[in-house]
């Protein structure tokens, strides 16, 4: 029990000693006396007032019965006990002090309770005879009374008091010692430093009374120290506390304060507080946010009233002007000076005085823009708006650099300069990366002999490409065909599309109708407080637009429904979507987007001279050399997670009431009646309660029976038709219209963002993200027909093409209300039933993925195509389209080819050869020239599965990889039937996987010379295999063990293989816990078909100990590396600092786990309770931070060592793409590749990696430590430095040997 809720229940029980009063009829008399004078000793002295005017009139009807007596005295002594207890509990590291001064006022709360927080244990007072109250209230002792726990508690009691009132004498005579500050309502009483003062409320004089007995003793500022902390336990006599630190810790830590102190912060740019908001109020930044999409809105849909209405009254009632900031003011400041009223652009300055706040570069820049537009603007108004700039610090220079222009703001802002300053050009930004890190320093200074590639398109056809891709981004979304239209069409079919398409449109017109009602109550709707109106941004758009999107949601609904939130997210983020487009189009964005890129082809195309920039220097180069108009570079704004979820459910709210259905449409004989085609329902998804929106079986049957030959989807999910936008910086890449993060994150997640911004110089970063969005790709068209023709054949699950949902397992129906069904019968079918529901929803969403991945491939199969890419919070790359990408299954990989084709050259076709035996699986321990041999050896099962894929030996569909096998075969095929097999032009991407790449990493930063070994670190005559190494381990401890007599040790024999123990292994090094292994092997097992069942759960959790064994005797520098950031992450966190660092390249990285919020959003349909872990404002998540840094630390030294990768391979002119840690290039470029790859890792380990993390680990969290020995931090803090200046020792391993190692990469 904390001690605050000790003391409102000792609290209870003082109201009860006034009962026992009552019912042992003692004079009410001497207790108002008894109150008196402790009033007379409390703080505030209010002579000559009596308390019986003031006191209520209770009436009690007390039983006098023995059992009343007996509890009224049993209640008294639990009083004695805990007020024992709180004095216990008091902290033993408070001041001595010379008064404690509580002040009681009237509460602010509403209804009668009132809050003890403040409560403060105190001594009762004595009665004249020196007996405690509550023992004259008990005039027979109960049998079961603890005379032992009195006795004690009375003797403490009375040798505390004896203490208080000699501390108090002594404190008097002192009363002219330094005060540290007065109250300002206690005249006289001064407070002193280490003393506590609150405010506790009370409501009238009676209970102030009551309440203040602490008075003119000080109980509450003395320190109460348990009595049982001053006996020491013999046995436990060791020379150093757990909490203490020796005298040569201590000088280390003042060792490393000094060095701290002597060095420069190479990361002062990162050393801000991690998040803003940690300072201020989360609720009130969220709210703030929204306020500026609201207003950005209102302005973008020509409701300018409506926006200065608002803010007028949110800026005159004080309370709310926390949640305005400049920014805020600054949207209308644009507005006026769009405008050109001066007039109002005083006013908001004025505005901005009196919230307390300095206008920003951006606040000028209006004002400047607003002065340029005013012909009666006098030249010494724009002098003094110049002077207040340089006052706060700002110049001219600023505004041209760094301000986001509209329109012509530019030119009209620049107009005002040159009217004092007729000569002023604005300074271009620098492009260069003089600064880049010391691992690429030489890569971006000397450039001399670099081949940057080619795409192999003229710059008419790639100019014809954008203005295509310009139009697909501008109608945001995509109609194409789906692979199941070459089904023939019955006659059932067709009435059933022609059915569909008449539903259709009624609903159409009915969606139309409720929305326009819907929007024009909205609108009548006054805002009023902070309560923000979602009307403005239904105004953004046409009213069909709306409609269009809820259409699409309708036609993509599953049959098993979907949850409410994800469906609010995609339509609220359609909307966005639309708006951001609608936004460039607007402030003339895409006329500058294709002056500049309509230049920047030159750089990409075949028919023009060779450059040796990088795509995102010339850009920026450009961008400059067309400074008039919009700036292209953050012209958009994000909108608060909460506003999309808002509108989506608003849509679907107008969806779930008027999308109807007559009920006999497909069956006659019912009834008609009309009904929705959507309902609203709720389910549990993992013990959570979960609004559903589920279509009615009706309308399920018809979308089914109709085979709905078109797909809709958004312009973002298709890949880009044009080579995508360089990345240039934080907010400008990828997609030409559509929205795009750099760094993608859960939705609200904004320290990732806020982060990269800060950071100088991300530009190896962007060049390597751009450099794999240049990759050019085609389709593998025969490959794609045979993968078609099997998908409308019914499937097949050996070659992972999902089978339709006709195939599922029919839902048993059975009646549960039959009564000649036992409950276990019943508990039976319900299961049967849940199963077979699972297994069709999974059947479905497996086969509408298959179709949207192949209707897309099917749509872009004559064309070129791009991937843009971006990457997670830990520098991790992916493409941008979700559904189709070389990240995805082998089905998907099979399809995919180089746009960009190579000839094979001397060794290309031996490549080809090898990564086929490396496809199926076979021979994983073979040498490469072992391989180089079987494939040879098999060369007519190859041509066979290439000649007949499905009518032949079909040797290719037992490939670990089928279908990338199949592809390799008829690529194989095709070269050996070439006239020159060197001169065959080959679009094949060749793959290099690393050998358990996380293990590798942790190997290289240890320098284990038996984990590098293990991993083929170190070059051998044939590959090691660390999984197969693993088994062999695991299975010496098994026969260890059964040789001792162990049941499961020897159930265990003659199972354990490579294949049982391969994912934990894998897996182990990103972070996964014995609980995920255990669940990993238990699987494995399950699959063994001899494998006795009943001994699944009891030998997965003895193989899973075996295995962590096993890996930790192989890589002992691996553990200890391990250990080092799980513990250092957990100190971190524990101090409430969230896990950052910056990888070698210079990309910073934060961990968002904090603890778990709940955000309730009050819609019509239901209430969303969002769990935000993501809340900066929030305290670290201990857990997540320690178990997640060792796994992401790791992941981002394999992206760095990606990048290195992907920017030498360009400057050599190679064709590369990566899948995390499996490579992609030709044939032909495979060795060139293979040598980039070993160089850029032992350059990359052989920078001090976890030397560099300590020093910024320290500089971060170490470079301000408490220097109050009494504070709890002080221990904290020494320990946490201690710790991260303790770099584990590394081993004997010369990084050097990788370079020659075959089977590295291979």
Same mark, same amino acid.
């Given at each position: 029990?904390?001690?605050?809720?000790?003391?409102?229940?000792?609290?209870?029980?003082?109201?009860?000693?006034?009962?026992?009063?009552?019912?042992?009829?003692?004079?009410?008399?001497?207790?108002?006396?008894?109150?008196?004078?402790?009033?007379?000793?409390?703080?505030?002295?209010?002579?000559?007032?009596?308390?019986?005017?003031?006191?209520?009139?209770?009436?009690?009807?007390?039983?006098?019965?023995?059992?009343?007596?007996?509890?009224?005295?049993?209640?008294?002594?639990?009083?004695?006990?805990?007020?024992?207890?709180?004095?216990?509990?008091?902290?033993?590291?408070?001041?001595?002090?010379?008064?404690?001064?509580?002040?009681?006022?009237?509460?602010?709360?509403?209804?009668?309770?009132?809050?003890?927080?403040?409560?403060?244990?105190?001594?009762?007072?004595?009665?004249?005879?020196?007996?405690?109250?509550?023992?004259?209230?008990?005039?027979?002792?109960?049998?079961?009374?603890?005379?032992?726990?009195?006795?004690?508690? /009375?003797?403490? $009691?009375?040798?505390?008091? +004896?203490?208080?009132?000699? &501390? !108090? %004498? @002594?404190?008097?005579?002192?009363? =002219?010692?330094?005060?540290?500050?007065?109250?300002?309502?206690?005249?006289?009483?001064?407070?002193?430093?280490? /003393?506590?003062? $609150?405010?506790?409320?009370? +409501?009238?004089?009676?209970? &102030? !009374? %009551? @309440?203040?007995?602490?008075?003119? =003793?000080?109980?509450?500022?003395?320190?109460?120290?348990?009595?049982?902390?001053?006996?020491?336990?013999?046995?436990?006599?060791?020379?150093?506390?757990?909490?203490?630190?020796?005298?040569?810790?201590?000088?280390?830590?003042?060792?490393?304060?000094?060095?701290?102190?002597?060095?420069?912060?190479?990361?002062?740019?990162?050393?801000?507080?991690?998040?803003?908001?940690?300072?201020?109020?989360?609720?009130?930044?969220?709210?703030?946010?929204?306020?500026?999409?609201?207003?950005?809105?209102?302005?973008?849909?020509?409701?300018?009233?409506?926006?200065?209405?608002?803010?007028?009254?949110?800026?005159?009632?004080?309370?709310?002007?926390?949640?305005?900031?400049?920014?805020?003011?600054?949207?209308?400041?644009?507005?006026?000076?769009?405008?050109?009223?001066?007039?109002?652009?005083?006013?908001?300055?004025?505005?901005?005085?009196?919230?307390?706040?300095?206008?920003?570069?951006?606040?000028?820049?209006?004002?400047?823009?607003?002065?340029?537009?005013?012909?009666?603007?006098?030249?010494?108004?724009?002098?003094?708006?110049?002077?207040?700039?340089?006052?706060?610090?700002?110049?001219?220079?600023?505004?041209?650099?760094?301000?986001?222009?509209?329109?012509?703001?530019?030119?009209?802002?620049?107009?005002?300069?040159?009217?004092?300053?007729?000569?002023?050009?604005?300074?271009?930004?620098?492009?260069?990366?003089?600064?880049?890190?010391?691992?690429?320093?030489?890569?971006?200074?000397?450039?001399?002999?670099?081949?940057?590639?080619?795409?192999?398109?003229?710059?008419?056809?790639?100019?014809?490409?954008?203005?295509?891709?310009?139009?697909?981004?501008?109608?945001?979304?995509?109609?194409?065909?789906?692979?199941?239209?070459?089904?023939?069409?019955?006659?059932?079919?067709?009435?059933?599309?022609?059915?569909?398409?008449?539903?259709?449109?009624?609903?159409?017109?009915?969606?139309?109708?409720?929305?326009?009602?819907?929007?024009?109550?909205?609108?009548?709707?006054?805002?009023?407080?902070?309560?923000?109106?979602?009307?403005?941004?239904?105004?953004?758009?046409?009213?069909?637009?709306?409609?269009?999107?809820?259409?699409?949601?309708?036609?993509?609904?599953?049959?098993?429904?979907?949850?409410?939130?994800?469906?609010?997210?995609?339509?609220?983020?359609?909307?966005?979507?639309?708006?951001?487009?609608?936004?460039?189009?607007?402030?003339?964005?895409?006329?500058?987007?294709?002056?500049?890129?309509?230049?920047?082809?030159?750089?990409?195309?075949?028919?023009?001279?060779?450059?040796?920039?990088?795509?995102?220097?010339?850009?920026?180069?450009?961008?400059?050399?067309?400074?008039?108009?919009?700036?292209?570079?953050?012209?958009?704004?994000?909108?608060?997670?909460?506003?999309?979820?808002?509108?989506?459910?608003?849509?679907?709210?107008?969806?779930?009431?008027?999308?109807?259905?007559?009920?006999?449409?497909?069956?006659?004989?019912?009834?008609?009646?009309?009904?929705?085609?959507?309902?609203?329902?709720?389910?549990?998804?993992?013990?959570?309660?979960?609004?559903?929106?589920?279509?009615?079986?009706?309308?399920?049957?018809?979308?089914?029976?109709?085979?709905?030959?078109?797909?809709?989807?958004?312009?973002?999910?298709?890949?880009?038709?044009?080579?995508?936008?360089?990345?240039?910086?934080?907010?400008?890449?990828?997609?030409?219209?559509?929205?795009?993060?750099?760094?993608?994150?859960?939705?609200?997640?904004?320290?990732?963002?806020?982060?990269?911004?800060?950071?100088?110089?991300?530009?190896?970063?962007?060049?390597?993200?751009?450099?794999?969005?240049?990759?050019?790709?085609?389709?593998?068209?025969?490959?794609?027909?045979?993968?078609?023709?099997?998908?409308?054949?019914?499937?097949?699950?050996?070659?992972?093409?999902?089978?339709?949902?006709?195939?599922?397992?029919?839902?048993?129906?059975?009646?549960?209300?039959?009564?000649?069904?036992?409950?276990?019968?019943?508990?039976?079918?319900?299961?049967?039933?849940?199963?077979?529901?699972?297994?069709?929803?999974?059947?479905?969403?497996?086969?509408?993925?298959?179709?949207?991945?192949?209707?897309?491939?099917?749509?872009?199969?004559?064309?070129?195509?791009?991937?843009?890419?971006?990457?997670?919070?830990?520098?991790?790359?992916?493409?941008?389209?979700?559904?189709?990408?070389?990240?995805?299954?082998?089905?998907?990989?099979?399809?995919?080819?180089?746009?960009?084709?190579?000839?094979?050259?001397?060794?290309?076709?031996?490549?080809?050869?090898?990564?086929?035996?490396?496809?199926?699986?076979?021979?994983?321990?073979?040498?490469?020239?072992?391989?180089?041999?079987?494939?040879?050896?098999?060369?007519?099962?190859?041509?066979?599965?290439?000649?007949?894929?499905?009518?032949?030996?079909?040797?290719?569909?037992?490939?670990?990889?089928?279908?990338?096998?199949?592809?390799?075969?008829?690529?194989?095929?095709?070269?050996?039937?070439?006239?020159?097999?060197?001169?065959?032009?080959?679009?094949?991407?060749?793959?290099?996987?690393?050998?358990?790449?996380?293990?590798?990493?942790?190997?290289?930063?240890?320098?284990?010379?038996?984990?590098?070994?293990?991993?083929?670190?170190?070059?051998?005559?044939?590959?090691?295999?660390?999984?197969?190494?693993?088994?062999?381990?695991?299975?010496?401890?098994?026969?260890?063990?059964?040789?001792?007599?162990?049941?499961?040790?020897?159930?265990?024999?003659?199972?354990?293989?490579?294949?049982?123990?391969?994912?934990?292994?894998?897996?182990?090094?990103?972070?996964?816990?014995?609980?995920?292994?255990?669940?990993?092997?238990?699987?494995?097992?399950?699959?063994?078909?001899?494998?006795?069942?009943?001994?699944?759960?009891?030998?997965?959790?003895?193989?899973?100990?075996?295995?962590?064994?096993?890996?930790?005797?192989?890589?002992?520098?691996?553990?200890?590396?391990?250990?080092?950031?799980?513990?250092?992450?957990?100190?971190?966190?524990?101090?409430?600092?969230?896990?950052?660092?910056?990888?070698?390249?210079?990309?910073?990285?934060?961990?968002?786990?904090?603890?778990?919020?709940?955000?309730?959003?009050?819609?019509?349909?239901?209430?969303?309770?969002?769990?935000?872990?993501?809340?900066?404002?929030?305290?670290?998540?201990?857990?997540?931070?320690?178990?997640?840094?060792?796994?992401?630390?790791?992941?981002?030294?394999?992206?760095?060592?990606?990048?290195?990768?992907?920017?030498?391979?360009?400057?050599?002119?190679?064709?590369?793409?990566?899948?995390?840690?499996?490579?992609?290039?030709?044939?032909?470029?495979?060795?060139?590749?293979?040598?980039?790859?070993?160089?850029?890792?032992?350059?990359?380990?052989?920078?001090?990696?976890?030397?560099?993390?300590?020093?910024?680990?320290?500089?971060?969290?170490?470079?301000?430590?408490?220097?109050?020995?009494?504070?709890?931090?002080?221990?904290?803090?020494?320990?946490?430095?201690?710790?991260?200046?303790?770099?584990?020792?590394?081993?004997?391993?010369?990084?050097?040997?990788?370079?020659?190692?075959?089977?590295?990469?291979?």
């Amino acid at each position: 029990m904390s001690l605050l809720r000790v003391c409102a229940f000792v609290k209870c029980l003082n109201r009860l000693s006034l009962l026992e009063k009552c019912t042992s009829r003692a004079p009410l008399v001497k207790c108002c006396q008894r109150c008196l004078a402790i009033r007379n000793g409390a703080v505030r002295v209010r002579a000559d007032i009596h308390l019986e005017p003031h006191r209520r009139k209770v009436s009690f009807s007390v039983r006098k019965t023995e059992d009343a007596k007996k509890r009224v005295a049993q209640q008294t002594r639990l009083l004695d006990v805990l007020e024992a207890r709180i004095q216990q509990l008091q902290p033993e590291s408070l001041l001595e002090v010379q008064k404690a001064n509580v002040e009681f006022l009237q509460p602010p709360s509403t209804g009668s309770h009132n809050s003890s927080l403040a409560r403060t244990p105190h001594t009762p007072p004595e009665r004249p005879d020196g007996s405690k109250l509550a023992q004259n209230v008990i005039r027979e002792p109960s049998k079961s009374q603890p005379t032992r726990w009195m006795d004690k508690i /009375t003797k403490e $009691k009375k040798g505390k008091v +004896k203490k208080q009132q000699h &501390l !108090a %004498e @002594k404190l008097q005579k002192s009363g =002219n010692e330094k005060v540290a500050g007065k109250h300002p309502d206690d005249k006289g009483n001064p407070k002193w430093p280490g /003393t506590s003062y $609150k405010t506790i409320p009370s +409501k009238n004089p009676a209970a &102030l !009374a %009551e @309440k203040s007995n602490v008075t003119a =003793n000080i109980p509450a500022a003395v320190p109460q120290k348990n009595p049982k902390s001053k006996r020491k336990d013999p046995k436990n006599k060791s020379p150093r506390a757990k909490n203490q630190v020796t005298d040569e810790e201590l000088a280390q830590v003042e060792e490393l304060e000094r060095r701290l102190g002597q060095q420069a912060n190479p990361w002062s740019c990162l050393s801000e507080s991690e998040h803003p908001l940690q300072a201020k109020d989360g609720a009130i930044a969220n709210l703030r946010s929204c306020i500026f999409a609201w207003l950005e809105a209102c302005v973008f849909a020509g409701d300018i009233e409506r926006a200065h209405r608002f803010l007028l009254s949110q800026h005159r009632v004080q309370s709310r002007r926390v949640c305005l900031d400049t920014d805020v003011y600054n949207i209308m400041l644009r507005v006026w000076a769009k405008k050109g009223t001066l007039n109002q652009i005083g006013r908001l300055f004025i505005m901005l005085e009196e919230a307390g706040l300095r206008p920003n570069i951006g606040s000028y820049c209006a004002a400047l823009e607003c002065m340029g537009r005013s012909a009666y603007c006098s030249s010494q108004v724009i002098n003094w708006c110049l002077k207040q700039m340089e006052e706060d610090g700002l110049s001219v220079d600023d505004v041209f650099s760094q301000c986001v222009f509209q329109l012509d703001e530019k030119e009209m802002a620049l107009k005002a300069v040159r009217v004092i300053h007729p000569d002023y050009q604005p300074a271009s930004n620098p492009t260069t990366s003089q600064n880049a890190p010391s691992l690429v320093q030489e890569l971006y200074t000397k450039r001399d002999n670099h081949q940057y590639p080619k795409l192999d398109f003229t710059r008419d056809e790639l100019q014809e490409r954008f203005k295509f891709q310009l139009e697909v981004e501008h109608a945001c979304a995509v109609t194409i065909d789906s692979v199941e239209a070459a089904k023939p069409i019955t006659e059932h079919m067709a009435k059933m599309r022609a059915l569909l398409v008449e539903q259709q449109a009624q609903w159409r017109k009915a969606l139309l109708q409720a929305f326009r009602e819907g929007k024009m109550i909205l609108g009548k709707t006054n805002t009023k407080g902070l309560r923000l109106s979602i009307y403005p941004y239904f105004c953004l758009l046409e009213d069909t637009e709306y409609v269009d999107m809820m259409m699409q949601s309708v036609s993509s609904m599953p049959p098993s429904g979907e949850s409410l939130m994800t469906l609010a997210k995609e339509l609220g983020s359609r909307i966005y979507t639309k708006y951001s487009v609608q936004q460039k189009y607007r402030n003339r964005i895409v006329e500058k987007l294709g002056t500049v890129y309509n230049a920047y082809t030159d750089l990409l195309a075949k028919d023009t001279k060779a450059y040796n920039v990088h795509p995102r220097e010339e850009w920026c180069k450009l961008e400059a050399a067309h400074p008039s108009g919009p700036t292209l570079q953050g012209s958009e704004s994000s909108w608060p997670s909460i506003v999309p979820l808002e509108l989506g459910t608003y849509l679907l709210d107008i969806m779930v009431k008027n999308l109807k259905i007559n009920s006999d449409i497909l069956n006659s004989s019912y009834d008609r009646k009309s009904i929705p085609i959507l309902y609203h329902m709720y389910t549990f998804r993992s013990n959570r309660q979960v609004g559903f929106i589920k279509p009615h079986p009706i309308l399920t049957q018809i979308q089914q029976e109709a085979m709905e030959t078109k797909l809709t989807f958004d312009s973002s999910i298709m890949p880009m038709r044009c080579p995508p936008l360089p990345w240039t910086s934080v907010k400008f890449g990828a997609y030409l219209l559509t929205p795009a993060k750099l760094m993608r994150s859960l939705e609200g997640v904004t320290q990732h963002e806020e982060l990269l911004e800060r950071c100088q110089n991300l530009h190896p970063i962007l060049d390597s993200l751009n450099q794999l969005g240049n990759c050019a790709w085609r389709i593998n068209k025969p490959i794609l027909d045979v993968i078609i023709s099997i998908f409308n054949d019914r499937g097949s699950d050996k070659l992972d093409i999902p089978p339709p949902v006709s195939e599922a397992p029919k839902i048993p129906v059975f009646n549960l209300q039959d009564p000649s069904y036992s409950a276990t019968e019943k508990a039976h079918m319900k299961k049967e039933i849940i199963s077979a529901r699972k297994k069709c929803s999974e059947m479905h969403s497996l086969r509408m993925d298959a179709l949207y991945k192949l209707s897309i491939a099917n749509h872009i199969r004559d064309e070129v195509f791009w991937f843009p890419h971006n990457m997670d919070f830990r520098g991790r790359t992916y493409p941008c389209p979700p559904y189709f990408n070389h990240l995805g299954s082998d089905v998907t990989r099979s399809i995919l080819l180089f746009a960009e084709g190579k000839p094979l050259g001397p060794k290309g076709l031996d490549w080809l050869k090898i990564h086929l035996v490396n496809l199926t699986g076979l021979k994983k321990k073979s040498s490469l020239e072992g391989r180089l041999e079987y494939a040879n050896f098999i060369m007519e099962d190859i041509l066979d599965s290439a000649d007949h894929p499905l009518n032949g030996k079909k040797w290719w569909m037992n490939a670990d990889e089928p279908w990338q096998a199949l592809a390799c075969c008829m690529e194989i095929a095709n070269a050996v039937r070439s006239p020159d097999s060197t001169q065959f032009i080959s679009h094949f991407p060749v793959h290099q996987d690393g050998s358990c790449n996380g293990l590798q990493h942790y190997a290289a930063l240890g320098r284990d010379v038996i984990g590098a070994t293990s991993v083929n670190l170190m070059s051998c005559d044939v590959p090691q295999d660390v999984y197969s190494g693993v088994a062999q381990q695991v299975e010496e401890f098994r026969a260890r063990d059964a040789k001792s007599g162990l049941k499961i040790a020897q159930v265990l024999e003659g199972f354990i293989n490579r294949k049982v123990v391969k994912q934990t292994v894998m897996t182990v090094v990103y972070g996964v816990t014995r609980f995920g292994g255990r669940l990993q092997i238990e699987k494995r097992l399950k699959e063994i078909d001899e494998f006795p069942k009943e001994y699944v759960w009891e030998a997965s959790h003895y193989l899973v100990r075996q295995v962590f064994s096993g890996l930790k005797e192989m890589f002992t520098g691996t553990r200890e590396i391990q250990d080092w950031l799980t513990e250092s992450a957990r100190l971190i966190s524990k101090a409430g600092h969230t896990v950052q660092w910056v990888t070698p390249l210079g990309l910073p990285i934060i961990q968002p786990y904090h603890r778990t919020r709940n955000h309730v959003i009050k819609s019509t349909m239901q209430y969303l309770n969002l769990q935000i872990s993501h809340d900066a404002t929030q305290r670290p998540d201990t857990i997540k931070q320690k178990n997640a840094f060792p796994p992401n630390f790791i992941h981002s030294l394999d992206s760095t060592h990606m990048m290195l990768t992907a920017l030498h391979c360009q400057s050599f002119g190679l064709t590369f793409v990566s899948v995390h840690d499996c490579f992609w290039t030709h044939a032909l470029t495979v060795d060139t590749m293979n040598k980039v790859i070993r160089e850029q890792f032992v350059a990359l380990h052989n920078q001090p990696i976890l030397q560099e993390l300590s020093d910024f680990l320290l500089h971060k969290y170490c470079s301000t430590l408490t220097a109050d020995r009494k504070n709890k931090k002080y221990l904290e803090d020494r320990r946490l430095m201690l710790l991260l200046a303790k770099v584990p020792q590394t081993g004997d391993f010369d990084l050097n040997q990788v370079k020659e190692s075959k089977y590295f990469f291979s």
